[in-house]
């Protein structure tokens, strides 16, 4: 029997870990694979993740992917790692032309350090908010996804579990935004804003050592997030608080008919 590559054990236990904590509206699986649909709104909940061993020739299980995602009116994405399965999955999805897009750095710290004397944490400027009156400053520094505004408050009354969402203001104004979800010994980090005119003045990192400090409070004993990877002062800032990378995640867009 072939042992299994603990690398790739890894990768899929953290893969699995953000599937529940970003919730979808509709997940059917498929064979070994997930079929998530939130309306449209995010990437990670309306794409296909083949995260288990599947029976269904490959063929197969990616056509019957296509008609599930066409029947809801939209394309199929495909969520990426080197933990995929089948192996030879993100070769085939090329071959049929489907665009690679937003890869993605996957990284952890520990958590022990924050919230400690000294480490940073809560301070007088920082508010912890119910969901709805957070989704009201995060829609301020995301316009776009206005559109997306019941869908988001749906996904957050399926969040089932323990979750902080903070904003920190200044002058009546939001300048950083950002939230954790926490599973067990793990807690995610999701939508760190910083308002454009407050950039590079430390409010990031102080949402982040908010955050990491009720993760911690909360039993998580190490956090999670997902940066762009060519998003260089982002994971600066992360790697200036404990964060390194664990693995790489991608998109595959189906190519347009």
Not at 25 to 39: D, F, I, K, M, T
Not at 41 to 46: G, I, M, T
Not at 70 to 77: K, Y
Request: proline share 5%.
């Amino acid at each position: 029997m072939k042992q299994a590559d603990p690398m790739r054990q890894r990768i899929a236990a953290y893969e699995e870990f953000a599937a529940n904590t970003w919730p979808a509206l509709s997940v059917q699986c498929l064979g070994g694979w997930l079929l998530r649909s939130a309306g449209g709104y995010s990437k990670r909940a309306n794409s296909v993740l083949p995260l288990y061993p599947s029976p269904l020739p490959v063929d197969e299980h990616i056509a019957l992917c296509e008609e599930h995602y066409a029947r809801l009116g939209a394309c199929t994405v495909f969520k990426m790692t080197d933990a995929s399965q089948p192996e030879g999955l993100d070769r085939e999805l090329e071959r049929r032309g489907y665009r690679k897009a937003e890869v993605v750095s996957v990284q952890t710290a520990r958590l022990e350090a924050f919230g400690e004397e000294g480490a940073g944490g809560w301070d007088e400027g920082i508010e912890r908010l119910e969901p709805e009156p957070w989704l009201e400053h995060y829609l301020a520094l995301n316009p776009g996804l206005e559109l997306h505004r019941s869908t988001i408050s749906r996904l957050f009354g399926l969040q089932p579990n323990p979750s902080v969402y903070v904003r920190i203001g200044e002058n009546g104004a939001t300048a950083a935004v950002g939230l954790t979800a926490v599973a067990g010994r793990r807690a995610a980090v999701y939508d760190l804003m910083t308002a454009p005119g407050f950039r590079r003045r430390g409010y990031a990192g102080r949402a982040l050592r908010a955050l990491c400090a009720e993760a911690r409070r909360l039993g998580a004993e190490e956090a999670f997030l997902q940066v762009l990877a060519d998003n260089h002062a982002a994971t600066a800032l992360y790697e200036k608080h404990g964060f390194r990378e664990a693995y790489r995640q991608w998109y595959r867009i189906q190519p347009t008919r």
